[in-house]
């Protein structure tokens, strides 16, 4: 099959360790698994795994400038928030990390997919309250396509995750990897 020409041409999947492929073999990572899903659908897009497992939103910030310069990247897909939620970061520190984040993206004019977290109860309602809405709050200020969950279908099954509960197994990653896909189909390769 030819592949299409489109105008996207490379995604940098830009997170922690849910998008690292933590645990997984290497062609069992979601950037692997997403760039194969891609190509057989015949677009000819490279996907670069940008994620660091353990990252915060601080960390990704301290690395985003030097990630989004390395190649000529089309679209970013970010998705950091989660090792913020499990330390307790204050919901604000993590806003305004992912906004420098996304700042840096669109000043190099890559386009942004936001993929949201949701936190549980441990800290509070309060904190989950503010710890959910980064990601609609950021994804309205900026006008970004927003996956509200990057997790959707695949937390707290324990079929789709590894035994420690959090990461995806193969399985879960292929689940995720349909997401983003059908994310950046439908706002970035619209026939």
């Not at 809405?133 to 695949?154: E, M, R, T």
């Amino acid at each position: 099959m030819a592949l299409k020409a489109s105008a996207m041409e490379t995604v940098v999947l830009f997170g922690d360790s849910l998008m690292a492929g933590y645990g997984l073999p290497n062609e069992h990572h979601l950037s692997v698994i997403l760039e194969k899903n891609l190509k057989s659908e015949g677009y000819d897009i490279k996907v670069i795994n940008g994620s660091v497992s353990g990252s915060t939103s601080s960390g990704g910030l301290n690395r985003a400038e030097w990630t989004l310069s390395e190649v000529d990247i089309d679209l970013m897909i970010l998705s950091l928030g989660a090792n913020d939620m499990l330390r307790g970061i204050n919901p604000d520190e993590t806003k305004k990390n992912l906004e420098q984040i996304i700042t840096i993206a669109l000043n190099k004019n890559i386009k942004i997919i936001l993929a949201g977290m949701i936190a549980p109860t441990s800290y509070g309602f309060n904190y989950k309250k503010s710890f959910d809405k980064i990601f609609s709050d950021l994804s309205k200020k900026y006008n970004l396509s927003l996956i509200p969950f990057l997790l959707q279908g695949v937390a707290l099954n324990p079929d789709l995750n590894q035994n420690d509960g959090i990461h995806p197994n193969e399985q879960g990653a292929l689940i995720i990897s349909k997401t983003l896909k059908k994310s950046i189909k439908d706002n970035y390769l619209k026939p």
